[in-house]
């Protein structure tokens, strides 16, 4: 399942991210790596993702969310 495609309050664990090395580069160095546990926050259609991992609150831009592989739990 993709980040873009959780419902809020859906915890998981970051399975994969996809994209080239700018794109991964960008998503570690703000914390999402593989492994790391998560909520949703919030994951209205319309608006940015916010998820809650590592202590911090991040708003991911939907594009970003739809390259991220989650399992939900």
Known sequence: MK???TKKDTHGKVKRIEGDAHLVNRITSIGITEGVFFQTVRN??????????????IALNRADAER???EAE
């Open 3 to 5: 980040l873009s495609e």
């Open 44 to 57: 209205n259609r319309r608006m940015p993702v916010l998820v809650y991992l590592r202590e911090t609150l």
């Open 68 to 70: 991220i592989e989650v």
